[in-house]
């Protein structure tokens, strides 16, 4: 489960009130980090040899409406299908995934939403996924 960044509040808040029109990135991109971001960014995005963005075509599909979770009462946002990263082409171990953020460009960019995960050890030839109807976001 995830946080809104700090940019895409003010983003939203500047749609919805007067302030302009938020354009909607036809793709968002997945990054894994092995130490955590936060509302305002930071964190270490992984940077071995062989990990990317995971690019993903900003659509309904992929990003179903948000929903009522009917246990909590709370909004939530998942994602609609699994998300797979390339495989560890490596030798090594990458770095021990401990988060994740969606941004809104392949490299450098806007960090849209992140969140933790537990520690994970992305082995040789061993990929990170987000399972299909992870949740990525909830209402506080």
Do not use: C
């Not at 009130?17 to 036809?26: C, D």
């Not at 990317?52 to 179903?64: G, H, K, Q, S």
């Amino acid at each position: 489960m995830g946080s809104k960044s700090n940019y895409l509040e003010l983003r939203l808040l500047d749609h919805v009130l007067g302030a302009g029109t938020v354009t909607t990135p036809a793709t968002v991109y997945f990054a894994l980090y092995s130490a955590v971001p936060s509302d305002t960014g930071g964190g270490t995005e992984l940077s071995v040899s062989g990990y990317a963005r995971l690019a993903v075509t900003n659509d309904a599909t992929n990003f179903p409406a948000a929903t009522t979770n009917g246990t909590t009462g709370k909004g939530e946002k998942k994602v609609g299908v699994a998300q797979t990263f390339a495989s560890n082409s490596g030798g090594t171990n990458w770095p021990t995934v401990v988060g994740w953020a969606l941004l809104d460009a392949s490299t450098g960019g806007n960090q849209l939403l992140w969140g933790e995960v537990a520690p994970l050890a992305i082995t040789p030839g061993a990929a990170f996924v987000i399972p299909a109807n992870a949740v990525i976001w909830r209402e506080d």
